[in-house]
């Protein structure tokens, strides 16, 4: 098993505007990226069980293959900035990403 801490060569967030955090999860290996895309694993269901939301909270989940990643956006519970608001810049949510667990997948040894 590896863990997309592992394989990726780029896992980030950042604020998508006043009500979302976009994230980006990004391969520098095209045959990584394939073994994750087929894997099934990357998904908007797997993100929300990741983050302990509702799946109805992911508004975009899509794979943009010339870049080799994956990007989705999760809604914000309070506006950017507002009262209660933990993140301004959205820019520390990403670490729950790092243990999601892949089979028979191994960067390759430079």
Same mark, same amino acid.
């Given at each position: 098993?590896?863990?997309?801490?592992? *394989? $990726?060569?780029?896992? !980030?967030?950042? @604020?998508?505007g006043v009500?979302?955090?976009?994230?980006?999860?990004v %391969?520098?290996?095209q045959?990584?990226?394939?073994g #994750?895309?087929?894997? /099934? #694993?990357? @998904?908007k269901?797997?993100?929300?069980d #990741?983050f302990g939301?509702?799946s109805?909270?992911?508004t975009? %989940?899509?794979?943009?293959e =010339? /870049?080799?990643?994956?990007k989705?956006?999760? $809604?914000r519970?309070? =506006?950017?900035?507002?009262p209660g608001?933990?993140d301004l %810049?959205g820019?520390q949510?990403? $670490? =729950? *990403?790092?243990? *999601?667990?892949?089979?028979d *997948?191994? !960067?390759p040894? @430079?």
């Amino acid at each position: 098993m590896s863990k997309l801490s592992e *394989l $990726a060569k780029t896992i !980030r967030s950042k @604020n998508a505007g006043v009500d979302h955090i976009t994230f980006d999860i990004v %391969f520098d290996d095209q045959r990584i990226f394939e073994g #994750v895309k087929d894997s /099934g #694993v990357m @998904n908007k269901q797997t993100m929300a069980d #990741v983050f302990g939301i509702s799946s109805d909270r992911i508004t975009h %989940f899509f794979v943009f293959e =010339p /870049g080799r990643a994956f990007k989705f956006s999760i $809604a914000r519970k309070t =506006p950017a900035g507002g009262p209660g608001e933990r993140d301004l %810049f959205g820019c520390q949510q990403y $670490a =729950p *990403l790092f243990d *999601l667990e892949f089979r028979d *997948l191994e !960067r390759p040894i @430079n």
